[in-house]
């Protein structure tokens, strides 16, 4: 059991936790979650003793071991595989003990202890976590300095499970995981058999691995029972009954001023007015649910482009000549699709986004392109890379060079940037609130195509529905890289699967492949032949949204010009004198019977928008 009591930090003049405090049950799997900026990090830091609270304390039993990963990633000549292993300190120490001990009974004591521990079958656990992590053997066995700086905090994160400590504490474990890795990871910590505090934005992760809900807020921490998705119905039922206390306690705030105000001067009613006066300095207001009024994603339109938008014809793609990554390319992207990249880190998904965003051009095969497109690319490098001295407004001023200032305040009002935020230093904004100046700067000429490359590392769990959201309602095409399974499933209705050096449609549907990835239930190509109709249906269903799309504009622009006509035969009936044209030749009688058929038929018009309306807003919102 781990044991939060009042703890109070207070960093730079500002407190950042206020008395928080939480029991965390033994064994118990937690999820830690807040928006950004709420002191996840500096509990976490609390926690492991590298901030000395203002106030309060931690409390764990006195043998159990805290598991952490450092910020610095691991380096030297040792294998990933050596530093696995060496991880596990107990283990490392116990057998070199055993090779030195010449005391019987310390040596009985030393095997049985490596027994209990499991310590002569580690190397097969190393292996099998590294493999999990995306390490074939051969990148097992390569020293440390070989890797870069994300996939040596692979090689952490691998050395922490397998040390098993009796509290694990990760803090945004799939940061730098593809979506493969981070399906073995929480297929590994559901059976994880100690206690478990893990700090992620992920959905999927919260709903299939906790068992409880840490939420930090203003300070605070609440302790939810159940997995993420029962702590918002219970957060939401919360903010229900504050809305409904509220309103009572207005009311009843009122009733007493108002009867203070109308008694105070009757010496028959001073005292019990100035007995409701003092009950209504010490009511406590009920405080809102708090929320984040600036969180918002808001990508433009793009004028209409007939498609395809790209052709891809037997290409291939590379950095270095006759070396090609992939081969063997073929695709199309039409206006409107939603194309989720698959495929383990290294197998060339960002190479083929990098093609796609005309970063790179083909070795071979064709590559077209529509004449007019536009085309926005977004990389977590382009948020690390924000000029940390300058302004939101600034850096969209220099981005739209030419445009009108109220264009430039327009497109940072898009996602959140107003007021005095757009003129605040980049270097005191959140890392969700990069990572969306960096989504403004990318769509400031309303791209036709949006390529998404792990777009949601700096973002909340609020934060990515918003952006699910926005995509949902962005009407060009959209190709999505992401280790969040959530956002896949929602915002992309198309699978690509990159792998074995080309890229090709994956027939199956989400769960296919996840199954596929951790082996379950079927192999690869029964998945695909088994997933054809969900493939059908999604190319349907992107036809008939494209259908009610058009419906609705078309509808609308019918509705306008009734609307107008309706509008210059009600002048006319109220003014005959008024009428001009084929109006003039008509007489009364004629112009209330037309007047009634431009009734009936924008009753007629205003139905069919609301049935196409509503049949959109069922798809965008999951419903197809």
Known sequence: MLTIRDITVRLGGRTILDQAAATIPKDGKVGL?????????????????????????????????????AQEAPTGTRTALEAVLDADTERKDLLAESETCVDPDRLGDVHERLLAIDAYTGEARAARILVGLGFDEEMQNRPLDSFSGGWKMRVALAGLLFSQPDVLLLDEPSNHLDLEATLWLENFLQSYPKTLIVISHERDLLNNVVDHILHLQQGKLTLYPGTYDSFERIRAERAAQAAAARANQDAQRKKLADYVARNSARASTAKQAQSRAKML?????????????????????????????????????GYEADKPILRRLNLRIDPEDRIALLGRNGNGKTTLARLLARQLDPMEGSLSFSPKIRIGYFTQYQVEELPSDSTPLELMTRAMEGKPPVAVRGQLGRFGFSGDRATSQISTLSGGERARLALALVTRDAPHMLILDEPTNHLDVDAREALVQALNDFNGAVILVSHDRHMVELAADRLVLVDQGTAANYEGSMEDYIDFVLGRNQPKAAAQAEGKPARKNGAVAREELKALRKKVSETETRMKRIQQQLETLDAVLADPASAKGDLAKLGIGEIGKRRTQAAEELELAEVGWFEASEAMDEYMGGGA
């Open 33 to 69: 979650i807040g928006r950004n900026g709420a002191g996840k990090s500096t509990l976490v830091k609390a926690i492991i003793g590298q901030l000395e609270p203002d106030g309060g304390s931690v409390e764990m039993p006195r043998r159990a071991r805290l598991g952490y990963i």
């Open 281 to 317: 300095a010490k009511m406590q207001p009920i405080a809102a649910m708090a929320e984040d009024s600036s969180l918002s994603f808001d990508f433009p339109s793009p004028d209409e482009l007939r498609p395809p938008l790209v052709t891809l014809d037997l290409a291939a793609v």
